[in-house]
């Protein structure tokens, strides 16, 4: 158990529709980082927070967006679904926002029909 | 932009074999991560390399970064079927304030019995 939680574990919707993913991060870590993974892919860097504030962007669409709240869990919204956005999702956190290591979330499954 | 290429992406050994899988990244890193990620599970940290050259063993593990900090490689002896798993390889740009990790599209290993 790596400290991370995501909340839900397994969503399946239709196209078209908006969700939202939610991770709190371990105690104590205020950078989150959010990691989309494909059939076969590797991790697809999303965007990155730090204590509230966006701290670098990946390859994020402009159809999800995402924030930290003060308590430094994250959101990350997504909508206009697609079907090739089906994927896990996974939040990781880390101490800071450099270099350290990244601590993964057990990652939500997003089924887009 | 910064890229990790990292190969086989697929290797299936008999249990007992070696494997090796190779990490190159196009630009110089302050660091090398090494993560396991384990069929249906999260990415999990095994080790991190700063140092120009440096080895890390543990136990039948064996983490390389390259002299120029632009490659790194991970060791396995004698597998058993508790390594089967996706190997990923993950850095941070060298002068980077961010803590933003670039990852390899990972390595996935089948031990077969």
């Known amino acids: 158990d790596s400290g991370v939680t995501q909340t839900p574990k397994h969503l399946i919707t239709a196209t078209g529709q908006r969700v939202t993913l939610r991770c709190s991060p371990r105690?104590?870590?205020?950078?989150v980082y959010w990691y989309q993974q494909s059939l076969d892919q590797g991790l697809q860097f999303l965007i990155q927070y730090y204590n509230g504030e966006e701290r670098a962007k990946g390859n994020i669409l402009e159809r999800f967006s995402a924030q930290q709240f003060p308590d430094l869990h994250s959101e990350l919204n997504l909508s206009s679904l697609e079907l090739g956005d089906s994927a896990l999702y996974f939040c990781a956190s880390s101490v800071f926002d450099r270099g350290e290591t990244q601590y993964f979330g057990p990652g939500t499954r997003l089924l887009v029909l | 932009g910064q890229q990790v290429m990292q190969i086989p992406q697929y290797q299936h050994v008999q249990e007992g074999e070696d494997f090796t899988t190779y990490c190159n990244s196009s630009?110089?890193?302050?660091?090398i991560q090494w993560y396991k990620q384990r069929p249906g599970g999260h990415p999990v940290f095994l080790i991190q390399?700063?140092?120009?050259?440096e080895v890390k063993k543990q136990k039948r593990l064996t983490f390389q970064f390259g002299e120029a900090k632009k490659n790194s490689s991970l060791h396995i002896t004698a597998t058993q079927t508790t390594d089967v798993g996706t190997y990923f390889c993950?850095?941070?740009?060298?002068?980077?304030?961010?803590?933003?990790?670039?990852f390899g599209r990972g390595t996935q290993l089948t031990v077969w019995p």
């Open positions: 993950a850095g941070h740009a060298r002068g980077s304030t961010l803590g933003r990790l670039y």
């Open positions: 630009t110089t890193l302050s660091n």
């Open positions: 390399l700063v140092k120009s050259g």
């Open positions: 105690s104590g870590d205020l950078s």
